[in-house]
Structures are given as structure tokens and as C-alpha cells.
């Protein structure tokens, strides 16, 4: 049963005609084969490349302008692409290093479209700032769960609401038994992408199987990540803690109840475990899709949103997918020592439910005792629908209404005193990102500590996705917004520049995909959050999850 609930992975998107073009720059392969569209299409003379780049040919089938808006949920129309992009305003000459980007790009397989964001084929996107100037590239992560597909034009592994159709009832016994092995999971690492701090780069997902090794520069797959500690497992947070002294992770235990809390040390695939905390409701682990940690302390969420076994083995996705809500097994978060491993505090919480932690850290009283830890995220208000709102169905028949669920920068409060309970209410009014919020990053040099900016996608209403980007200043309680009517921005990931003093002195980049089918890299100034420089692509991208900076060495 340990295996039971890594099919957990990423975002992933629709179907689209591979690139037929081919020179100079632009190395582009055939993918799936054209899926089904419910739009017409009509074959026309080449389309214009977003940046008039010189020898890029583009697609021979052009969509039509309704589909063209739906880019954002829509397949990749390439393996891959690289070139120099055109810069409009002025790029620092300081940002030297590569920003990538890793999410679902793919959302079908020959003749079959996938349902969801979170089950496409991981798209690496890379952008290279040197000196002023940008270079993009695009590519597949190789799998074994992508190649499979790519070579038998049909679905192998178990992603996140997909399961591979069986011929008859023995494949289906077959397949069970895979995946209580794990064989059967998918390796798709659509999640996360981390730089490690001997310099490997490493794509994620929730399953332990899904990290790859890329090349940051080529983008190119290298090798699977093995660990090489005893400790197994088929299931892990999707985002780990990353710096460049520590890699702390949590391993769910679906047989016992609980939460494995492990490190591995720099230059090494070896994880040793910290310690262990037991969930004190419900009949299974809550999902862990990510947690913070302090100076001193990991903190372990246990929310009522839990993996379900029975879930799991159904042919066809639940509402609630591979988890149940279980609000009576109530919520909890849970303090553990990083040096020592003991429980320093364990406190009841109100329903919860979140996919991003943003930052943690400690409060202390005036002699400088530790009293209690803030631990911040990203909040949905205990609204399980967020996730089958998420349907690709969903984010591309959007009718006008209001119906993206509302979410918070939710804050909890962990007394260190021995109390039973801890708090979670609203760090600032919601109304200033439109009660929208998710996707954040933080400036890294912060991780831990007590902060006050967070970046992160947030919402113009009506929508039914986050359509904007918001910086939130915790301290006075208001935030910034940045907005291109009919765009669907992606993570906002914060640079800080050398040698800065100042908590947002940097900048925020973004990819976006617009109304119009197209897409451009984005930099804003970290402190004004004003336009700094934009870089239009040959054209748009599906929607990504999260990414991570490797500086130039």
C-alpha cells in the first residue's frame, strides 16, 4: 500500500499539431501525432514567428482564433526550439545566469486528449540572460513515461487522473499489481525543477521514481536521479527544501500513518532520516505537496485533504482525484527539530487546504527564546474544489463567470508553550490580490526567516484561473498588481541582484501565455514592479508550474 498514491504528478495540458519547420536555430522532432481539437482548423501559408526571427519556419496548420486563446491549456507545438528572442526595454546587464521553467506541456496522446493540468508530459523551458541580451529554448524531459508514449502512441504509465486502458481483466491484474510495486507510476518529472548544491539539476514530481537530471544549458535529459540510501519509498514532496547547505524532504507513510522527514548532504544521492511524525487523525497521511522550514525547525502539515487507496485503484478519476476530505480527522502542523528530530510542538488548526507553502519562521520574546513559528501559504479556504476546477475541460470553457474558488496568504500561528491549538487566519485583506493566490516565490536569501515580500500569481475578477501578478507586502498589508487582460502569467520567480541590501532589490520574471495564442518572457523590477523588459517567443507556451535560477558560473 506504500505505493499507493504516487501518481501524483504534475500540470500538463491539451493537444496541438507538432511543428513541421526546420533551420538554423530551431531543431524542432514530431511528437504524438495531430490530437482531437474541438475547434476547426484551416491550413494556411506560414504563420508569423512572434519575434521575426531570421530561418525559423513556423506550423503549417494555423488555429483559428478562438482555439489560438487557449494556448495556455494547450499541447506544446514542438519538442523542442532554441533562439535568440528580441528584447523590448532594457534587460540588467547583472542578470547573468538561466531562469528554468518546468510544468506540464503535452496533454495528449495520438488521438487522445488528457483531463487534466496536472497529468501532461513535462516541457522544460530555459530562459539564458547574458549580458542584456535572451535566449529561449524548449524542451521534452525524456521519461520513460514520455518516450513510451511517443514510441506506442498511447498512454503506459499512471499519471495523475490518467490510467492506461487495458485489453482485458488480466492486463488490469497485471497493472494492479504494478502499481502496488510502483512499476506502473508514472517517472514524469512535470512539477519542480532545483538546483542542487553540487550544481546537478534535478525535475520533480511526487513520485520519487519522477527525478531526472537535466542539463541547464541544453535543457537536454542527462540521467534518472537514483538515490542510493535503503530507505524506498514510491512517494515524496514535490518540493523540497533546497539551499546550499541542506535538501530536506517528506516521505509519506501510507502502511503507519505519518511523515518520514529526511536530508541528504550536499554531493551525495543518500537521504538520512531526521525523524518521523505520526498523523494524529484520519485513517492516512495528508497530502504534503510542499512544507516550510525555520532557522531550526521543519514543519510538517497534515491536512485533512488525505491519500485514499480507494481512490486510487478506480479506473476514473474521483472528484477529489486520488485523495478524500476527511474533515472530522481535523488538521494539524507539526514542529520537529531539524539537529534533534524530537516533536517540539504538535498543535490542532482549522481545516485547511494549500499546495504552496511560502516561507516560515521563528517568533521569539524579548530574550531572544523561541515562542512560536509563523508558517505561511498559499490558502484556499478549506475549498477542495480548487483541484477539479483544474479539469482542462474547465480552464478552456470559461464563460465570463466568476468562478475561480478564493484564496488567502493563510497564516499560522504554532505556539511553542505546550497549548493544543494554533491559529490560521488571513496574513493581509485578500481584496488586495483579488482573493486570488498562489504560485509564490520569495527572495531565497529570506528562506526561513522572518520576511515581508512574497510574489505570486493572483486575480482580476471575473476569471477562473489566476490571471494576474501580485507582490504582497506583508507588513503594510497591501500589494502591487500587474495585469494583461485575456494572459494567463505563470510563477513569478524573484532574483535578487548581487550585492543587494534591500529585501526586493532584484527582479521577477515571469513566462506568459496571452489572449491571443502568443507568449513573451517578462521582467518586472522586484522593487516598483513595473515593466522593465519583455521578450516576445515564436509562439506561445502552454501554462508551467514552477522553476528555479541557476546563475552563470
Known sequence: MASMISSMSSVKSYGFPPGVGVSGIARISPIFGIPKVSTKKTKTAT??????LPGIQSPLEKETVEHRKLVAWTSVRQERWEGELVVEGEIP????????????????????????????YATLVGLHFNNGHLTMGHRQIESEAYKAAKNSNKLCY?????????????AYIGDLANLFSGASLTDNANTGVVKLADGRVVCLTETIKGS????????????????????????????????????????????????????MDPGTNERKVIGRVDCRGGPSPGWVHSFPVTEHYVIVPEMPLRYCAQNLLKAEPTPLYKFRWYPESK????????????????????????????NAYEEKDEDGRITGVIADCCEHHADTTILDNLRLQNLRSWSGEDVLPDARVGRFRIPMDGS????????????????????????????????????????????????TLTKIDLVDGKAKNWYDEG???????????????????????????????????????????????????????????????????
Not at 531562469?99 to 486528449?113: C, K, S
Not at 499512471?158 to 488480466?170: A, W
Not at 488571513?426 to 509564490?440: F, I, K, P
Open 93 to 120: 546587464k547583472w542578470l547573468s545566469g538561466t531562469y528554468l521553467r518546468n510544468g506540464p506541456g503535452l496533454w495528449h496522446v495520438g488521438d487522445y486528449d488528457f483531463r487534466h493540468l496536472f497529468d501532461g
Open 212 to 263: 531526472i537530471v537535466v542539463d541547464p544549458n541544453t535543457l537536454d535529459t542527462l540521467e534518472k536521479f537514483e538515490y542510493t540510501d535503503s530507505w524506498g519509498g514510491l512517494i515524496h514532496s514535490a518540493h523540497p527544501i533546497v539551499t546550499d547547505s541542506e535538501f530536506i524532504t517528506l516521505l509519506p507513510d501510507l502502511i503507519n500513518p505519518g511523515y518520514m522527514v529526511a536530508r
Open 487 to 553: 494572459a494567463v502569467p505563470s510563477e513569478p520567480y524573484f532574483v535578487a541582484r548581487p550585492g543587494a541590501v534591500e529585501e526586493d532589490d532584484g527582479v521577477v520574471i515571469s513566462m506568459i501565455s496571452d489572449k491571443n495564442g502568443e507568449g513573451y518572457a517578462l521582467i518586472l523590477d522586484g522593487s516598483t514592479f513595473e515593466e522593465i523588459a519583455r521578450a516576445k517567443f515564436p509562439y506561445g507556451l502552454p501554462y508551467g508550474l514552477h522553476g528555479c535560477w541557476v546563475p552563470k558560473n
Open 420 to 467: 493544543k491549538k494554533g491559529e490560521l487566519f488571513a496574513a493581509l485583506n485578500a481584496d488586495e490580490h483579488g482573493r486570488g493566490m498562489d504560485m509564490c516565490s520569495i527572495n531565497p536569501s529570506f528562506l526561513g526567516k522572518p520576511y515581508r515580500y512574497v510574489y505570486a500569481c493572483g486575480a482580476q475578477r471575473p476569471c477562473n484561473f489566476p490571471n
Open 158 to 170: 499512471r499519471e495523475f487522473s490518467e490510467v492506461p486502458k487495458h485489453d482485458n481483466f488480466l
Open 331 to 358: 488538521g494539524f502542523m507539526h514542529v520537529m527539530c531539524k539537529a534533534s528530530g524530537k516533536i517540539v510542538a504538535s498543535v490542532e488548526v482549522p481545516l485547511f487546504v494549500t499546495f504552496h507553502f511560502i
Open 47 to 52: 504563420v508569423n514567428v512572434a519575434t521575426d
